[in-house]
């Protein structure tokens, strides 16, 4: 069984910058790309980002929402994925999540495990 584990969420306040890291126990066929995805209260899951392991290919949300201020970047030695976040903001609210599938997509229903999520909030 593969599983996913986060860390790094917590309280910041605006403007301030946190690491997410997510760790997966193992890898399959169908772990080759790990997205993050968030959740804010009320709303839908929205994808953040996305990355290969191996060549490190990466995909951001189309909107203005992330792009500039989120990084994702991976540590194949490590089984680690990481979403550098820098410059929040507090509508960046929301339980992060990581999950793994067979490749990079925006779709949560084409990832196949899914961690716990990590709670990150922003003060204003």
């Known amino acids: 069984q593969v599983q996913l584990v986060e860390s790094g969420g917590g309280l910041v306040q605006a403007g301030g910058s946190l690491r997410l890291s997510c760790a997966i126990s193992?890898?399959?066929?169908?772990?080759?790309?790990m997205g993050w995805f968030r959740q804010a209260p009320g709303k839908g899951r929205e994808f953040v980002a996305a990355i290969t392991w191996g060549v490190g290919s990466t995909y951001y949300a189309d909107s203005d929402s992330v792009k500039g201020r989120f990084t994702i970047s991976r540590d194949d030695a490590k089984n680690t994925v990481y979403l550098q976040m820098n410059s929040l903001k507090p509508e960046d609210t929301a339980v992060y999540t990581c999950?793994?599938?067979?490749?990079?997509?925006?779709?949560?229903?084409?990832?196949?495990?899914w961690g716990q999520g990590t709670q990150v909030t922003v003060s204003s």
């Open positions: 193992k890898h399959t066929f169908v772990t080759s790309a």
């Open positions: 999950a793994a599938g067979l490749a990079t997509s925006v779709r949560p229903e084409d990832y196949v495990y």
